[in-house]
């Protein structure tokens, strides 16, 4: 009787799998081709419309369908699923340490990916600004308004965020700029300025629901991308966005993932998204979506007039490459840990 | 003997009934109502449109599949557990029962996590995969395995008391009279749990569409392809697309409202039996 009853539960079983596995292949077998694009948070609305260029121009010179597939999140927490096995054919992500991670940990791709495409493989960079509540009330200009006393900062967690990651080294080559290169008082300002954070969001996007939505906090430390999709989304009459005259160049990375391209056998279009993210038509959308193109002359002037000039640095001059930023700031016990003890008091407006 | 309670005076009896009604409002029914405004809130249009995104159907179409998998084999389980827990002594079974439970107890995201350390790449078995070129975690048979961890309890631990109250007589007499095992089991033990077990089936059902923690973290989040419906509503939420996201999550409070209906249904036709089964 048990026994029969195992029987046919192990027949179900199999079935039952059978059926997944051929409805999920069904989805890839056909003519059309399928990428899976693992990207970070803020990239969403870009990405829609970049894969919808591409899909275009691939089927217009090669006659196959391709569908993009994409997937969001904190740019960390991204790498730590494709470590895990998430199939990625191409992944977009906040910065090079969590490309590094997925190549380390991994070993899906080669090391020195960041030099197998221009710019050290970025097709578009950002920067770091605030947002601020419409007519700007607590006066926030620069960087050391945000370590005064009274002011709520929003930013993500820099353990899970790529954003994140970008906002504390930006405060912190701030001071380091204004102090000639005094490193306490660097560690000092910083450490200030996150006694004012009352609560970490995992990833960028979740820092913006807090701020716009919840309207918990005075200041959002923000991808520029991020702060004009904001007034974009909730009304330029809520936000202000301020650029603050010193920031930190931020270069989001891409790569192919070998190892799942050459499985999948579709290093040849995944090659062809990756060059397409550089052409003039992919960076006329990059502009327009605002992320700075690495190509201005491709963009429609009109949409570069919102990207203001400012003095901006890059992780390699400062802070000698991701991977030592990484270990330095970012790493268990490193310094973020040994400033950033949780407040718990939300200030909620 | 007069009863306690009942002999509270008015004001207090008025106060009570007011707080727990209060109570159950402000937590159930507004929320509940406001899903259904903010979906509804830019008009009829929009709600129906969101349904048109082949994403928003992908979900819905995946959150179908899982649950049509999940849950006939969490019956199959539930029923050979509770049939060896309650017709037959062996050692460990005491243990059982508790594994049985461990679902319940144990957090979503922990139920998504062992799948990850043991499917992983990096995982106990994950090289072995890789080298299939079948995919568990971060597709759909992870999504599978995770929902149907998280939902086990549910149909085994309505079966098991109702089983082991009407104990092995009737069996035996089946038996006895030259039926055969599986003849037995089919026309007196199934016949009667069968309440017990459609009540275990809707509730392992409701949770296995909504369950959120588990299923996020072996997800990968692969739009079209293993978003399920809660995980689908997050991301629309985030992506300003609040229209859509009610409407999708309007869904699953509409599958909760059905659950709510056809459980009240199913205990006031035969509550005698499932409250004999809730005794235990």
């Known amino acids: 009787m048990t026994v029969r009853q195992s029987l046919l539960a192990a027949t179900a079983i199999t079935v039952a799998f059978m059926t997944a596995i051929v409805a999920v292949r069904a989805q890839t077998t056909s003519q059309e081709v399928v990428l899976t694009n693992v990207s970070y948070d803020p990239t969403r609305e870009l990405y829609r419309a970049l894969n919808e260029a591409f899909a275009k121009e691939w089927q217009a010179s090669t006659g196959q369908k391709v569908t993009i597939r994409t997937s969001h999140g904190g740019s960390g927490k991204q790498a730590r699923s494709v470590i895990d096995g998430l199939e990625a054919d191409v992944v977009t992500l906040a910065l090079a340490g969590d490309i590094d991670a997925i190549a380390r940990e991994s070993k899906r791709l080669p090391q020195n990916w960041q030099s197998r495409l221009p710019n050290n493989a970025s097709p578009y960079t950002s920067t770091i600004v605030f947002v601020v509540r419409k007519g700007n009330p607590k006066g926030i200009k620069d960087w050391p308004d945000l370590a005064k006393s009274g002011v709520a900062v929003v930013t993500p967690n820099p353990k899970t965020s790529g954003g994140a990651r970008w906002n504390y080294l930006a405060a912190w080559a701030y001071e380091l700029d204004r102090t000639k290169g005094d490193q306490a008082a660097a560690r000092k300002f ?37 702060a004009f999709l904001i007034q974009q989304e909730f009304g330029a009459d809520k936000f202000d966005i301020v650029v603050p005259p010193f920031s930190i160049l931020a270069e989001p990375p891409v790569s192919l993932v070998d190892h799942v391209v050459d499985k999948r056998g579709s290093r040849k279009v995944a090659e062809a998204y990756l ?6 038509a992919a960076q006329k959308i990059i502009a327009r979506n605002f992320y700075r193109p690495s190509k201005p002359e491709a963009a429609d002037p009109a949409d570069l007039t919102r990207f203001p000039k400012i003095q901006l640095v890059t992780i390699d001059q400062v802070f000698g ?22 407040t718990g008091k939300a200030a909620t407006r | 003997m007069r009863n306690g309670v009942l002999s509270e005076s008015p004001a207090v009896r008025r106060t009570l009934i007011a707080l727990a009604v209060g109570f159950l409002t402000l937590f159930l029914v507004l929320p509940l109502l406001a899903v259904f405004s903010e979906a509804l809130r830019r008009g009829l249009d929009l709600f129906i449109a969101a349904f048109a995104e ?7 179409g995946l959150t179908l599949l899982v649950a049509a998998i999940a849950v006939p084999l969490n019956l199959l389980f539930g029923i050979s557990a509770a049939w060896a827990v309650a017709k037959f002594e062996f050692p460990g079974k005491s243990l059982l029962v508790t594994l049985i439970d461990l679902p319940f107890s144990v957090s979503p995201v922990v139920s998504g996590l062992v799948f990850v350390l043991l499917f992983g790449a990096k995982g106990l078995l994950g090289p072995l995969i890789d080298d299939w070129d079948f995919k568990i975690i971060f597709a759909v048979p992870g999504i599978v395995l995770a929902t149907i961890f998280v939902t086990f309890p549910f149909i085994a631990r309505e079966v098991i008391p109702l089983m082991q109250e009407q104990g092995t007589a009737e069996e035996e007499a089946a038996l006895t009279l030259g039926a055969s095992g599986l003849r037995t089991f089919l026309t007196v033990t199934l016949p009667n749990v069968r309440w017990a077990l459609l009540y275990g089936v809707l509730l392992c059902n409701a949770r296995a569409m909504g369950e959120f923690g588990a299923v996020s973290v072996v997800s990968g989040h692969i739009r079209g392809l293993t978003n399920t419906m809660p ?9 300003y697309n609040f229209v859509a996201a009610f409407a ?33």
């Open chain 1, 190 to 226: 910083v450490e200030a300025i996150y006694k004012n954070v009352p609560v970490l969001d995992s990833g960028a996007r979740g820092s913006t629901t807090t701020f716009a939505q919840r309207a918990v906090g005075d200041v959002f430390i923000s991808w520029e991308n991020e």
């Open chain 1, 275 to 280: 060059a397409f993210l550089y052409s003039p």
């Open chain 1, 321 to 342: 490459g991701w991977a030592k930023a990484q270990t330095e700031h970012f790493a268990d016990g490193g310094v973020f840990d040994q400033i950033y003890k949780p």
């Open chain 2, 54 to 60: 082949p994403d928003t159907q992908a979900a819905i």
């Open chain 2, 231 to 239: 995980l689908h509503v997050e991301i629309l939420y985030n992506e």
């Open chain 2, 248 to 280: 999708v999550a309007s869904l699953l409070a509409g599958l909760a409202l059905v659950t709510l209906v056809a459980k009240s249904f199913l205990e006031g036709r035969y509550g005698d039996q499932l409250a004999r089964a809730h005794r235990h």
